[in-house]
DNA sequence: CTGTTAGCGCGTTCAC
DNA sequence: GTGAACGCGCTAACAG
């Protein structure tokens, strides 16, 4: 089934079937509405790479979701919910959606710009990936429009989406104040990392606004993953002043505080409230409950649309960067480990 | 950069070029070797949608995923393995992948049908789907190959893929059998859903051979999420005689179980045994951390790409019997819930 | 408003 | 072993 039998089946050209299907303003609407008709009737879909060979763009978006195994079990849970609302709304805004890989490539440093120029793709989605990708840098250096979710590349036409980290942060800090606690520590992500840094920033601000002391004893850096969490909060517990709160820049440590808390035989939220970052699935099963901040996934997905879009829409030459920054705004999850 | 290009720069003809770049045999090995370093030189990559329009197929396999919001949080984490794994398999299998949707289609029922029509996909991949999604099911009626990991579709070239549910919970059985466990009960899925019923089949297999004693109240039937494990886990230590160990069917009913015992005032494992099933993330972060049967999502990936290349070569008038039904084994990682 | 025609980039005949 | 010509399904440019 194609536009040529649809055309002698409706007997109009080619031409028209085409215009008609694609709302050209040209057709009547007479023979719009019955060639629309005749197209459903016999199941016509047209061939998508017939139209992108001749109209020169493909309507496709390229998604890289992570070229390593490092990230493994860390940003994980929270990518699933990313890559479901990019599909959602790339396919809202009629952009079809290909998944791209380094993998069986003879060239592995430009697999990504191979990738993107072998099927047209437009532009490409990161969702987080180790910052060192050879292959992502070549392609951020391109002239590909690039969006990137908590990714830590630019070049020339690249845009950055990421969750208002400071300020969930610092969201955090503001709530276990609220409670009553003047001794808040915190544990970082590993700081070369922007999300991890922000995190940081946002802690130290609000404890600066609300003037509460913050001993360097209270800022331990950790790698994101649930032991440095546990042994950061087992330090920090062991301090001549301990802290009453610590505040995790992510969950999976924040957890480990938990357990930490627990050896030590202290109750929570009682003898030490514990909040996180990200909202993963564990957060809500563990027990107590986590209190957390959590990353607006949705949100982001389709910021990162948004933001590609703009990318593709703007004039080529000039520099983006008016929309050079996409920031979500998170939302504090008070639950079992901070409230009493 | 396209073939004609390449072909006035090396002196032949594009016919030559597309031959040695196909590795076609009827090309001089010194020509083929001096058209292919050029083409890596100048950057060369071959328009896939040409390509795809002139050979009439696309090496493109489309992948589907869940389609509705109900899944959410169930096997999620799960999920996100596997999409990794299919990709990579796909990719070494010199496929390219494509994520498929409904939204935005003016035929919802046909929607994933016509997005194999307009791409030319060669067959389609199903991820874990709400079983009753009519455009599935009219993806799976037609000739278009699909392999699905634990969906409950079939169709005239359908291949399944899944666990071996029946095995695994066996094997947990098993496990609890040899810690000296004989009140063994168990907490199931929806026992419409294969896996779920599955699973109950090797507790009740596995039971039988140990002649452990199954009485009624002891097999009983949650949803696959926390409370109705922790609600499940509460009437069976009601019970007149309570089990000492339950083997619940997925691993946020475990945890629900081991939340009932932390509130009955047992300690796990001493006086009560729980073993989950998938190993989703938080099986590892719980405290006592999750004993379970993980599926072994890399596996799972592979044998639905292998499967559905079975499919793309078998002849498609033969139905695919030998080939129906790919099991991938389980593993049980014994962890602190039921090891002492 | 509609039809005719050219050509998108490539693989594949058929000649040589 | 190589080259010239054709056509995949569609849209765009132009003609009517």
């Given at each position: 089934?194609?536009?040529?039998?649809?055309?002698?089946?409706?007997?109009?050209?080619?031409?028209?079937?085409?215009?008609?299907?694609?709302?050209?303003?040209?057709?009547?609407?007479?023979?719009?509405?019955?060639?629309?008709?005749?197209?459903?009737?016999?199941?016509?879909?047209?061939?998508?790479?017939?139209?992108?060979?001749?109209?020169?763009?493909?309507?496709?978006?390229?998604?890289?979701?992570?070229?390593?195994?490092?990230?493994?079990?860390?940003?994980?849970?929270?990518?699933?919910?990313?890559?479901?609302?990019?599909?959602?709304?790339?396919?809202?805004?009629?952009?079809?959606?290909?998944?791209?890989?380094?993998?069986?490539?003879?060239?592995?440093?430009?697999?990504?710009?191979?990738?993107?120029?072998?099927?047209?793709?437009?532009?490409?989605?990161?969702?987080?990936?180790?910052?060192?990708?050879?292959?992502?840098?070549?392609?951020?250096?391109?002239?590909?429009?690039?969006?990137?979710?908590?990714?830590?590349?630019?070049?020339?036409?690249?845009?950055?989406?990421?969750?208002?980290?400071?300020?969930?942060?610092?969201?955090?800090?503001?709530?276990?104040?609220?409670?009553?606690?003047?001794?808040?520590?915190?544990?970082?992500?590993?700081?070369?990392?922007?999300?991890?840094?922000?995190?940081?920033?946002?802690?130290?601000?609000?404890?600066?606004?609300?003037?509460?002391?913050?001993?360097?004893?209270?800022?331990?850096?950790?790698?994101?993953?649930?032991?440095?969490?546990?042994?950061?909060?087992?330090?920090?517990?062991?301090?001549?002043?301990?802290?009453?709160?610590?505040?995790?820049?992510?969950d999976?440590?924040?957890?480990?505080?938990?357990?930490?808390?627990?050896?030590?035989?202290?109750?929570?939220?009682?003898?030490?409230?514990?909040?996180g970052?990200?909202d993963i699935?564990a957060a809500a099963?563990?027990?107590?409950?986590l209190?957390t901040?959590?990353?607006?996934?949705?949100?982001?997905?389709?910021?990162?649309?948004?933001?590609?879009?703009?990318?593709?829409?703007?004039?080529?030459?000039?520099?983006?960067?008016?929309?050079?920054?996409?920031?979500?705004?998170?939302?504090?999850?008070?639950?079992?480990?901070?409230?009493?």
């Amino acid at each position: 089934m194609n536009i040529r039998e649809l055309a002698r089946r409706s007997g109009v050209s080619t031409a028209t079937v085409s215009r008609a299907l694609n709302d050209r303003a040209e057709v009547s609407e007479a023979t719009r509405a019955r060639i629309r008709r005749l197209a459903t009737e016999l199941g016509y879909a047209p061939n998508e790479p017939a139209r992108t060979l001749v109209r020169r763009r493909s309507d496709t978006i390229g998604l890289i979701w992570d070229s390593g195994q490092e990230a493994q079990g860390l940003h994980n849970p929270f990518l699933l919910g990313l890559l479901s609302a990019v599909r959602t709304a790339l396919s809202e805004a009629d952009y079809h959606l290909m998944l791209l890989t380094t993998a069986g490539d003879d060239d592995p440093d430009g697999a990504y710009l191979q990738a993107v120029q072998r099927h047209n793709l437009e532009g490409v989605i990161v969702l987080t990936t180790p910052p060192d990708d050879r292959c992502l840098r070549a392609l951020a250096a391109s002239t590909v429009p690039c969006a990137g979710i908590d990714t830590a590349f630019t070049g020339p036409r690249t845009v950055r989406v990421s969750s208002d980290n400071a300020a969930g942060a610092a969201a955090a800090v503001q709530h276990l104040y609220e409670l009553g606690h003047r001794r808040i520590a915190t544990v970082t992500g590993p700081l070369h990392l922007p999300p991890a840094a922000e995190r940081l920033t946002g802690y130290r601000r609000a404890c600066e606004r609300l003037k509460l002391p913050v001993p360097d004893a209270y800022v331990v850096e950790g790698d994101f993953f649930l032991a440095s969490g546990e042994a950061a909060a087992r330090g920090l517990l062991d301090l001549p002043e301990p802290p009453t709160a610590i505040f995790a820049a992510g969950d999976q440590m924040a957890i480990g505080a938990l357990h930490a808390a627990a050896d030590a035989g202290l109750s929570v939220p009682r003898d030490l409230a514990v909040v996180g970052f990200d909202d993963i699935d564990a957060a809500a099963l563990v027990r107590p409950a986590l209190t957390t901040v959590a990353q607006d996934q949705r949100a982001l997905g389709e910021a990162a649309v948004a933001a590609l879009r703009g990318l593709l829409d703007a004039d080529p030459g000039r520099p983006a960067d008016l929309v050079h920054a996409y920031i979500v705004p998170t939302r504090l999850l008070v639950r079992g480990s901070s409230r009493v």
